[in-house]
Every structure is written in structure tokens, then in C-alpha cells.
């Protein structure tokens, strides 16, 4: 034990001697900072690319936000708050790289005007700069991802599989989704100038990115609620329809019983009166028509 | 009674020998022979019938009932009325596999695997919304006519009825598929009978043979659906038929048509070909429909299941005005003893559509205890003559349009991107204010036309002809409408004078007593003032003497430029213009 005291006294006494010396310091720094990057290496959440190519995806996504979204959301997407309590942009942290993908990807992001809600309008970001965007929002804390093409394709499914998926994603559509957004997907309104959007043209993408984030006042269906086949399932549903043939004819706007009453009378009635005046105008006379002038 | 025995044969030396008849009379005289119907036909088959485009509203009713009745004959051969739980394996592939009711199966057969199935269906569906919207403007055209007058009150009140089951059986008819959307059609049926107080959940479950959505509700509906009520229906409309051919179709006056005639073809042979023709254009049509426009596409609302509704649940139209109500009533509930009376159901469904229904059934017979006539009338009056009873109905109108329109108010929300919160506050305001304002706005604009029709009667038509008088003033000429315009103008009663009508009522009578006053009577005497107070009186013979007077003075006056110059002739189509210049012989 004794042995064992002399020599650690005689090391610390070495080391105690070279610490007032000007390099003590710089080696302190040294060491703290490869102690700390070797933790950060080691417990820090994995990154999709490299490094070096995704730091420079968030820098230039960081320039992008602080031009067009840090107005609203804050410089750190933290998010600023008006006088009255009210939201002038949400806080961002967490809301992952779908979320940034599927609002910015539809145009929907950057918001034109405050309103009920925002309205698809076309990009004002390319991919790019969505990409970019969505790599610095995510760098703020964990979040969704943006899915990839083999999250929602069917592509690997065998036909007999495709079928069953499309079933069961029927079945998922019609009791989640169709309350707001209709039993076509054709859209429907809700409270205060609300609505829940037309699917009918939406890119499989944001549909999948809308189901994992939950944007506006949808529900957000995350993987432990809906998974990931499940949600693929719902794509390929909605796709379905989309190549379904009109059996019924015309679908007027799909829209359920208020189109067809106005094409029943519209059309219906509007047709059977013409028809009507058109046999009741060859008629009897009960006065003489003067010769020459056309009956 | 003499008897006119010149024609009678006062010889009997040959047999008589019958002309070798046809075999067409053949089968006549064989059918007569035995059923003994030739004098009813001879009778009916030159049964006279006017024409008018709007006579043939109720036709297109009749003829689409026609059309229901065929196409659901078709339907009932494949559509399984049961609820029993099956996996479905039909060819509609998006379902396959998926649990749902044998009715909700057996449509998706006739949709898919039914050769024309789907098409009837279709024809079905819209004949069916057709048929509704075709007695509603025949409804209409009845009462704006006033064809519901004596002695028609009661053909007007088993219109009414027929409305009525046409409604119940298009119920009906839309649950039996038993997909979601109709399927959320039944539970709010099953919603406004628990909302009934104190025997609400006794008729549930009455129904619906237990709760709520049990096993028995589409069974009983089909039965509903293809037997009682069309029976009713059936009945109904024989009665109503048989009773228009009794009481003689009305007409519009003109020159020889009067009360006691009806002008027009005869049954055979032109009416029928008219009436039968029209039963295959309105075939036509609904199969065009059927074809083209798609209805009721239960393959995508999925089986029903109470935990799933889908937006746009709307009934079809004619259910749409009770729906529009509801969706618009403020949520009043009221408890008392721990229970709830929930007047936000039973105001907008158990309390105002049958309150409706009798202010329609009694509108004949109010019309006519207010206004106190009670003879038959055959000749149709335009409504511009009776403005008060028009303003009524466009006000029933208006109120039966703005609930129907918030039926939809989700739709008008979207397409036109509003908020249904602001289009609920104004239908609130507008189903009170909307018709209040149709009335009046209807009452003036028929007061109006009348006006107008006063005019012209009296003092001519505008000929747009411009006249300058010696002064440098001038005037319009007018010149007098032909006799057979002022003929039909002028074929309808003088309104009763106000004074001479309520002199009865407020004078003493032969005994010098004061007549018994009803409570009744002041409000009566009120209503015969708004009835009749502002309308334009049809000009008497004297004024429309005086008037034509008038008229020939100021010929005489302008006499002096015929075949001078240009009387201005020439071009409004009043005589021929081959041999006259513009500018006399220059």
C-alpha cells in the first residue's frame, strides 16, 4: 500500500510541477473536447449521410429558415408568441423532416396570408431547398422522417398481396379517414372555413407524411398507432380508386346524395318539362288562324 | 218521351247477315261479350283532355312510378332483405373478404355481377328522385292555378298523402342496401324516435326489434318498402286518377272554352299516343340517367357499421329539408325529472315537417273559409290574379329552400369557401326573415302584372311607335290587343267587394239583432282584407267601354296619316307590308 502511495505521489508530483506551465491549459482543452466529441460520437442519435455532407444541409437549410420561416417560427424554431397569447408560428423542435417535407413540399408552407387554414398552393422551394430545410428542422430534435419510396409502394407486393392490401386498407380508409375527408376521399368541410382536403390528386408521399404528422387538424397517426404497412395500405386504397373505373357513369363530383338532387332536378325535371311543353305545343285550336300565317 | 221509330226497320224479309268482321273486332266483340265493358270505353275513350306543358307535371310522376315499379320488380330477383353476417367474395375486388350484411352483399352483386343490374339500380334510384320532384311541381301548379279549388280539395289532400308515402318509401327504399351512408340514414331515423318523450325508446325499440341496429330493421324495411307502401301508393293514385277523370280536367279560359267544357283531343286517339308517348320519354330519360349519371355508389361507403359515418352524409333531397333544420337548430335541451327533452331532434323533425304537411293538406279549405266561395271552378286562374295565395306559396317555397339548402351546407361550405359556422347563423336568421320577404316580395310583383294587364286591357298595347304632335310633344301609341287576348284577359271573376262581403257579418240582421259573433269571425274578416284589400280589380264592362271609346277617339285623330306616310305598321307583324312603301307613292 505504501509502495502503491509513493508512486502515485510521485506522478501527481510530476504533473504538479508542469501545472502552472502555459501549455497545462491548452492540454485541459484539448482532452475535454476529445472526451466530449468521443461521448457525442458514441450516444448521439445516428444520421442518414455523412456528416459532413448532412452539417452543410443544415447550414444551408439554417440560411433558407432564417430568410422565410424565422419571421413566424423564431430564428430557432422555437416559435414566437403574439401579446394575446396566440401563436404567430408553432415551435418546430421535434416535428421531424416529414412534417417540414409534406407542409413545404405542397406549398401549403411558406404560408401567403393567416387564415383558417393554408391552402395547397405551388412550391416556392425547390426539392433542394426542402431537403435543406427539413435536415435543419430535424437537427432541432428528433422527429419523423421523411419516408422512403419503398415505405409506401406496392410495387414488391404479388398481385393476390396487392389485392388484400387494398382491402385492408379499405377497411382502415373508411373508419379513420372518411368522416372528414369523404367516402372517396373527395374532400369535406370543417368547422370555421375549415376542410379536410381533396385526396384525389395528393402524391402518395404527403399522404404518408400527413398520416405520420398530423398536420392542421388531423389526427396524427403515428407508427405504434397506425404502422407502416398500414399506412402503405391506405395509399394503395386511395390509388385504387383513382384507376378504378366510373361504374356508375359520371360520378358528379362524388360528393354522395346533394349532386344527385341537383342533377335530378336539374337535369331530371329540366328534361322532362321541356319534353312536356315540346308535346303540348301541337294542340287543338278553339280559334280560326288567319290563312298564310304558319300554325 | 217519344221514340223516334224512323230508323226502325219495317220489313223482315232477309236475315240479317254481319259484315265478316276483323279479327281485331273479333276479339272485341268476344272481350264485350263477356266483360260487358264497351259502354264504359265508349264513354272514356273520348274522354277530352286540354293541353298544357304543365298539365303533364303529374304525368311525369305517374310515368316515373311506372319505371320504379318495373325496375324494382328486377331488383327484388337478386337483393337478399336479410342482415345475416357474410364475408364477401363477389368480383368488386377493394371489398373482397370484407364482413358485412347479405343485403349489403346482394347490391354489391347487382352492381357488379348482375347483367344490368347496376343500370337498374341506377334507373331505379332516379326515378325514384324523380318521382318526388315531379309530384312536387305538380303540387306546385295545382295550388299557383288554383286548381285545388272546389271541387278538388280532396284530390289535393290525397296529393298531399301521396307526397307523403313517396317520401317513406324513397326512406325506405335508400336503407335497404344497407351500406354506410344509408346506414347512418337509419340511425338518425332510430335518433329522432328516441327524441320522442316518454314513448321515444318504447318506438325504438319497437322498430328496430330491440336495440339499436339489431337484426330486424331491413327485413321489416323491405317489407315496408315493397309492399305496403306501394299498395298505399297504388290505391292512392287510382283514386286520384279516377277522381280527376270524375271531376273533368281543368283548362285555362280562352275564347270557347268555359266552365262547363273542357277543350282539347279526345282520349283515343290523340291523347293516348300523347300520355303513352310521354311514358317512354320519361323511360327514356330515366334510362339515360341510369346509364350515364351514377347514383348511390354504395361499393365505395362500405358495409354499414354504427362506429363509421362518412362526410357528406346527406339523405337524398326530398329527406334534405327536415336534415337542413336539424343541422341548423340551436342545441336546446331541456331536463326535467332526469329526463331530457331534447328539442334541438324535435323541433326540426317531429314538430315542424308534419306541421308542415298540415298547413299543405289544409290550404284548399282555409282558402276557402276565408274567402267564403264556394262554387266549382274548372277554369284555372294565372296567378298573378290571386297574388295573395301565389305570395303564400313562394313563401312556403322560400322556407322549404333555405332548410333544404342548409341541408348541404357542409357542400356550399367547400365549394364556395365559406364557413359553415357563418352560413348556420344565417340560415337560423333567413328561415324567419327568407319567407316573410318572398311574401311580400311575390304580393307586389303580382299586384304588379296585374297592374299591367289593367293597362293593356285598357288602353292597348305599346307599339313602340313614337308619335309627335303638332305642339312638338310626344307620346307612345298605343293600340287596342285582339279580341280573343282580351277575351282570355278578362275570363275570370271580379274579387268580391270587401265591403258588400263582411256587410253580411257586421250588420244587424232582418230581426234588428246583432249577428252572433265567433271569435273566429274578426280574424276571418282579416285575412279576406289581406286576401283581396290590395289587388287590381278586372276592369268593369263600363270602364273597358269607356276606355275603347277613348281609343277610337284618338284613331280618328291620327286617322288622316293612314296611306300618307308610314303608319308605323310595318314592321310590328299587325299587317302585311308586300304592297306599302315606307313613304307612301314617293
Same mark, same amino acid.
Given at each position: 500500500?505504501?509502495?502503491v502511495?509513493g508512486?502515485?505521489?510521485?506522478?501527481a508530483?510530476?504533473?504538479?510541477?508542469?501545472?502552472?506551465r502555459?501549455?497545462?491549459?491548452?492540454?485541459?482543452?484539448?482532452?475535454?473536447?476529445?472526451?466530449?466529441?468521443?461521448?457525442?460520437?458514441v450516444?448521439?442519435?445516428?444520421?442518414?449521410?455523412?456528416?459532413?455532407s448532412?452539417?452543410?444541409?443544415?447550414?444551408?437549410?439554417?440560411?433558407?429558415?432564417?430568410?422565410?420561416?424565422?419571421?413566424?417560427?423564431?430564428?430557432?424554431?422555437?416559435?414566437?408568441?403574439?401579446?394575446?397569447?396566440?401563436?404567430?408560428?408553432?415551435?418546430?423542435?421535434?416535428?421531424?423532416?416529414?412534417?417540414?417535407?409534406?407542409?413545404?413540399?405542397?406549398?401549403?408552407?411558406?404560408?401567403?396570408?393567416?387564415?383558417?387554414?393554408?391552402?395547397?398552393?405551388p412550391?416556392?422551394y425547390?426539392?433542394?431547398?426542402?431537403?435543406?430545410?427539413?435536415?435543419?428542422?430535424?437537427?432541432?430534435a428528433?422527429?419523423?422522417?421523411?419516408?422512403?419510396?419503398?415505405?409506401?409502394?406496392?410495387?414488391?407486393?404479388?398481385?393476390?398481396?396487392?389485392?388484400?392490401?387494398?382491402?385492408?386498407?379499405?377497411?382502415?380508409?373508411?373508419?379513420?379517414?372518411?368522416?372528414?375527408?369523404?367516402?372517396?376521399?373527395?374532400?369535406?368541410?370543417?368547422?370555421?372555413?375549415?376542410?379536410?382536403?381533396?385526396?384525389?390528386?395528393?402524391?402518395?408521399?404527403?399522404?404518408?407524411?400527413?398520416?405520420?404528422?398530423?398536420?392542421?387538424?388531423?389526427?396524427?397517426?403515428?407508427?405504434?398507432?397506425?404502422?407502416?404497412?398500414?399506412?402503405?395500405?391506405?395509399?394503395?386504397?386511395?390509388?385504387?380508386?383513382?384507376?378504378?373505373?366510373?361504374?356508375?357513369?359520371?360520378?358528379?363530383?362524388?360528393?354522395?346524395?346533394?349532386?344527385?338532387?341537383?342533377?335530378?332536378?336539374?337535369?331530371?325535371?329540366?328534361?322532362?318539362?321541356?319534353?312536356?311543353?315540346?308535346?303540348?305545343?301541337?294542340?287543338?285550336?278553339?280559334?280560326?288562324?288567319?290563312?298564310?300565317?304558319?300554325? | 218521351?217519344?221514340?223516334?221509330?224512323?230508323?226502325?226497320?219495317?220489313?223482315?224479309?232477309?236475315?240479317?247477315?254481319?259484315?265478316?268482321?276483323?279479327?281485331?273486332?273479333?276479339?272485341?266483340?268476344?272481350?264485350?261479350?263477356?266483360?260487358?265493358?264497351?259502354?264504359?270505353?265508349?264513354?272514356?275513350?273520348?274522354?277530352?283532355?286540354?293541353?298544357?306543358?304543365?298539365?303533364?307535371?303529374?304525368?311525369?310522376?305517374?310515368?316515373?312510378?311506372?319505371?320504379?315499379?318495373?325496375?324494382?320488380?328486377?331488383?327484388?330477383?337478386?337483393?337478399?332483405?336479410?342482415?345475416?353476417?357474410?364475408?364477401?367474395?363477389?368480383?368488386?375486388?377493394?371489398?373482397?373478404?370484407?364482413?358485412?350484411?347479405?343485403?349489403?352483399?346482394?347490391?354489391?352483386?347487382?352492381?357488379?355481377?348482375?347483367?344490368?343490374?347496376?343500370?337498374?339500380?341506377?334507373?331505379?334510384?332516379?326515378?325514384?328522385?324523380?318521382?318526388?320532384?315531379?309530384?312536387?311541381?305538380?303540387?306546385?301548379?295545382?295550388?299557383?292555378?288554383?286548381?285545388?279549388?272546389?271541387?278538388?280539395?280532396?284530390?289535393?289532400?290525397?296529393?298531399?298523402?301521396?307526397?307523403?308515402?313517396?317520401?317513406?318509401?324513397?326512406?325506405?327504399?335508400?336503407?335497404?342496401?344497407?351500406?354506410?351512408?344509408?346506414?347512418?340514414g337509419?340511425?338518425?331515423?332510430?335518433?329522432?324516435?328516441?327524441?320522442?318523450?316518454?314513448?321515444?325508446?318504447?318506438?325504438?325499440?319497437?322498430?328496430?326489434?330491440?336495440?339499436?341496429?339489431?337484426?330486424?330493421?331491413?327485413?321489416?324495411?323491405?317489407?315496408?318498402?315493397?309492399?305496403?307502401?306501394?299498395?298505399?301508393?297504388?290505391?292512392?293514385?287510382?283514386?286520384?286518377?279516377? @277522381?280527376?277523370?270524375?271531376?273533368?280536367?281543368?283548362?285555362?279560359?280562352?275564347?270557347?272554352?268555359?266552365?262547363?267544357?273542357?277543350?282539347?283531343?279526345?282520349?283515343?286517339?290523340?291523347?293516348?299516343?300523347?300520355?303513352?308517348?310521354?311514358?317512354?320519354?320519361?323511360?327514356?330519360?330515366?334510362?339515360?340517367?341510369?346509364?350515364?349519371?351514377?347514383?348511390?355508389?354504395?361499393?365505395?361507403?362500405?358495409?354499414? +357499421?354504427?362506429?363509421?359515418?362518412?362526410?357528406?352524409?346527406?339523405? +337524398?333531397?326530398?329527406?334534405?329539408?327536415?336534415?337542413g333544420?336539424?343541422?341548423?337548430?340551436?342545441?336546446?335541451?331541456s331536463?326535467?325529472?332526469?329526463?331530457?327533452?331534447?328539442?334541438?331532434?324535435?323541433?326540426?323533425?317531429?314538430?315542424?315537417?308534419?306541421?308542415?304537411?298540415?298547413?299543405?293538406?289544409l290550404?284548399?279549405? @282555409?282558402?276557402?273559409?276565408?274567402?267564403?266561395?264556394k262554387?266549382?271552378?274548372?277554369?284555372?286562374?294565372?296567378?298573378?290574379?290571386?297574388?295573395?295565395?301565389?305570395?303564400?306559396?313562394?313563401?312556403?317555397?322560400?322556407?322549404?329552400?333555405?332548410?333544404?339548402?342548409?341541408?348541404?351546407?357542409?357542400?356550399?361550405?367547400?365549394?364556395?369557401?365559406?364557413?359553415?359556422?357563418?352560413?348556420?347563423?344565417?340560415?337560423?336568421?333567413?328561415?324567419?326573415?327568407?319567407p316573410?320577404?318572398?311574401?311580400?316580395?311575390?304580393?307586389?310583383?303580382?299586384?304588379?302584372?296585374?297592374?299591367? +294587364?289593367?293597362?293593356?286591357?285598357?288602353?292597348?298595347?305599346?307599339?313602340?311607335?313614337?308619335?309627335?304632335?303638332?305642339?312638338?310633344?310626344?307620346?307612345?301609341?298605343?293600340?287596342?290587343?285582339? !279580341?280573343?287576348?282580351?277575351?282570355?284577359?278578362?275570363?275570370?271573376?271580379?274579387d268580391?267587394?270587401?265591403?258588400?262581403?263582411?256587410?253580411? !257579418?257586421?250588420?244587424?240582421?232582418?230581426?234588428?239583432?246583432?249577428?252572433?259573433?265567433?271569435?273566429?269571425?274578426?280574424?276571418?274578416?282579416?285575412?279576406?282584407?289581406?286576401?283581396?284589400?290590395?289587388?287590381?280589380?278586372?276592369?268593369?264592362?263600363?270602364?273597358?267601354?269607356?276606355?275603347?271609346?277613348?281609343?277610337?277617339?284618338?284613331?280618328?285623330?291620327?286617322?288622316?296619316?293612314?296611306?300618307?306616310?308610314?303608319?308605323?305598321?310595318?314592321?310590328?307583324?299587325?299587317?302585311?307590308?308586300?304592297?306599302?312603301t315606307?313613304?307612301?307613292?314617293?
Amino acid at each position: 500500500m505504501r509502495h502503491v502511495n509513493g508512486w502515485t505521489n510521485r506522478w501527481a508530483g510530476r504533473l504538479s510541477r508542469h501545472r502552472r506551465r502555459p501549455i497545462a491549459g491548452a492540454v485541459l482543452l484539448l482532452l475535454g473536447l476529445v472526451l466530449t466529441g468521443s461521448m457525442y460520437a458514441v450516444f448521439a442519435p445516428a444520421q442518414a449521410g455523412s456528416t459532413d455532407s448532412n452539417e452543410e444541409l443544415v447550414r444551408e437549410g439554417r440560411a433558407l429558415f432564417l430568410v422565410g420561416c424565422s419571421t413566424c417560427h423564431g430564428v430557432n424554431g422555437e416559435g414566437i408568441d403574439t401579446v394575446n397569447g396566440n401563436q404567430l408560428g408553432p415551435p418546430l423542435a421535434g416535428v421531424g423532416a416529414a412534417a417540414v417535407d409534406f407542409q413545404v413540399g405542397t406549398g401549403r408552407m411558406p404560408m401567403a396570408q393567416p387564415g383558417q387554414q393554408n391552402p395547397v398552393k405551388p412550391q416556392v422551394y425547390d426539392q433542394d431547398e426542402i431537403d435543406a430545410l427539413a435536415a435543419f428542422v430535424a437537427s432541432l430534435a428528433p422527429g419523423p422522417a421523411v419516408p422512403d419510396e419503398a415505405d409506401y409502394s406496392t410495387a414488391d407486393l404479388s398481385e393476390e398481396e396487392r389485392v388484400e392490401a387494398i382491402a385492408r386498407g379499405g377497411l382502415i380508409f373508411r373508419t379513420n379517414c372518411t368522416a372528414c375527408h369523404n367516402f372517396a376521399g373527395n374532400g369535406g368541410a370543417m368547422p370555421r372555413g375549415g376542410y379536410a382536403p381533396d385526396l384525389s390528386q395528393t402524391e402518395a408521399r404527403y399522404i404518408y407524411e400527413a398520416m405520420l404528422t398530423g398536420p392542421g387538424n388531423m389526427d396524427n397517426f403515428s407508427d405504434g398507432n397506425l404502422s407502416p404497412e398500414e399506412k402503405r395500405d391506405v395509399i394503395a386504397y386511395l390509388y385504387s380508386l383513382r384507376e378504378q373505373p366510373a361504374y356508375g357513369g359520371f360520378t358528379l363530383g362524388g360528393l354522395g346524395p346533394v349532386s344527385e338532387g341537383l342533377f335530378a332536378w336539374v337535369v331530371g325535371i329540366g328534361a322532362m318539362v321541356g319534353f312536356a311543353i315540346w308535346i303540348a305545343a301541337h294542340t287543338t285550336r278553339s280559334t280560326r288562324q288567319k290563312d298564310g300565317q304558319a300554325a | 218521351m217519344s221514340i223516334d221509330t224512323s230508323k226502325v226497320a219495317d220489313s223482315n224479309t232477309t236475315a240479317a247477315t254481319a259484315k265478316k268482321p276483323n279479327r281485331a273486332g273479333a276479339a272485341a266483340t268476344w272481350a264485350d261479350d263477356r266483360l260487358g265493358l264497351a259502354t264504359m270505353m265508349k264513354k272514356n275513350l273520348r274522354k277530352v283532355f286540354p293541353d298544357h306543358w304543365s298539365f303533364m307535371l303529374g304525368e311525369v310522376a305517374l310515368w316515373s312510378f311506372v319505371v320504379l315499379l318495373l325496375s324494382g320488380v328486377f331488383l327484388t330477383f337478386w337483393y337478399v332483405p336479410s342482415m345475416g353476417e357474410v364475408h364477401y367474395e363477389g368480383s368488386y375486388d377493394p371489398l373482397r373478404g370484407v364482413e358485412m350484411s347479405e343485403a349489403y352483399a346482394s347490391s354489391l352483386k347487382l352492381s357488379f355481377d348482375v347483367r344490368g343490374g347496376l343500370l337498374m339500380r341506377q334507373m331505379h334510384h332516379w326515378a325514384a328522385m324523380l318521382f318526388i320532384a315531379a309530384m312536387m311541381i305538380h303540387l306546385l301548379r295545382v295550388f299557383f292555378t288554383g286548381a285545388h279549388r272546389k271541387p278538388r280539395e280532396l284530390n289535393w289532400v290525397i296529393g298531399c298523402l301521396l307526397l307523403l308515402l313517396g317520401t317513406l318509401e324513397g326512406f325506405t327504399g335508400y336503407s335497404l342496401p344497407d351500406d354506410l351512408l344509408s346506414g347512418t340514414g337509419i340511425r338518425a331515423a332510430d335518433g329522432f324516435l328516441k327524441a320522442s318523450p316518454v314513448v321515444g325508446s318504447y318506438m325504438s325499440f319497437f322498430l328496430f326489434g330491440g336495440e339499436f341496429p339489431g337484426d330486424a330493421i331491413i327485413p321489416r324495411f323491405y317489407t315496408i318498402h315493397v309492399l305496403l307502401i306501394p299498395g298505399l301508393l297504388l290505391a292512392l293514385i287510382t283514386a286520384h286518377m279516377l @277522381l280527376l277523370v270524375y271531376h273533368k280536367h281543368t283548362q285555362w279560359p280562352g275564347p270557347g272554352r268555359t266552365e262547363h267544357n273542357v277543350v282539347g283531343y279526345p282520349m283515343l286517339p290523340v291523347y293516348a299516343a300523347k300520355a303513352g308517348g310521354f311514358f317512354f320519354i320519361v323511360f327514356g330519360v330515366t334510362a339515360l340517367m341510369g346509364g350515364l349519371l351514377s347514383i348511390n355508389p354504395v361499393w365505395l361507403f362500405g358495409p354499414y +357499421d354504427p362506429s363509421k359515418v362518412t362526410a357528406g352524409s346527406q339523405p +337524398d333531397w326530398y329527406m334534405g329539408w327536415p336534415d337542413g333544420l336539424l343541422r341548423i337548430m340551436p342545441g336546446w335541451e331541456s331536463h326535467i325529472f332526469g329526463h331530457t327533452i331534447s328539442w334541438n331532434v324535435m323541433v326540426p323533425i317531429l314538430l315542424v315537417p308534419p306541421l308542415m304537411l298540415t298547413i299543405l293538406i289544409l290550404l284548399p279549405f @282555409l282558402e276557402s273559409w276565408i274567402t267564403g266561395d264556394k262554387r266549382d271552378h274548372h277554369l284555372l286562374q294565372r296567378p298573378r290574379n290571386a297574388p295573395t295565395r301565389t305570395a303564400v306559396m313562394v313563401s312556403l317555397m322560400t322556407f322549404y329552400g333555405l332548410s333544404w339548402a342548409a341541408g348541404g351546407n357542409d357542400l356550399i361550405a367547400i365549394t364556395f369557401d365559406l364557413s359553415i359556422n357563418q352560413i348556420t347563423y344565417f340560415m337560423r336568421v333567413a328561415v324567419f326573415l327568407g319567407p316573410a320577404l318572398a311574401f311580400i316580395i311575390t304580393k307586389r310583383w303580382c299586384i304588379s302584372l296585374q297592374r299591367k +294587364d289593367e293597362e293593356v286591357l285598357l288602353h292597348g298595347y305599346e307599339t313602340g311607335i313614337i308619335m309627335r304632335s303638332p305642339e312638338g310633344g310626344y307620346s307612345e301609341r298605343h293600340l287596342p290587343i285582339s !279580341e280573343a287576348r282580351a277575351f282570355t284577359m278578362t275570363a275570370r271573376d271580379r274579387d268580391p267587394d270587401l265591403a258588400e262581403l263582411q256587410s253580411g !257579418e257586421d250588420g244587424v240582421d232582418a230581426n234588428g239583432l246583432e249577428p252572433k259573433r265567433s271569435p273566429l269571425a274578426g280574424i276571418r274578416r282579416r285575412l279576406q282584407t289581406t286576401m283581396y284589400a290590395d289587388n287590381i280589380q278586372k276592369p268593369t264592362a263600363e270602364e273597358l267601354e269607356a276606355a275603347h271609346h277613348h281609343a277610337e277617339h284618338e284613331h280618328e285623330l291620327q286617322a288622316a296619316m293612314e296611306g300618307v306616310s308610314a303608319d308605323g305598321h310595318q314592321f310590328d307583324g299587325h299587317h302585311l307590308v308586300e304592297e306599302e312603301t315606307l313613304r307612301g307613292d314617293h
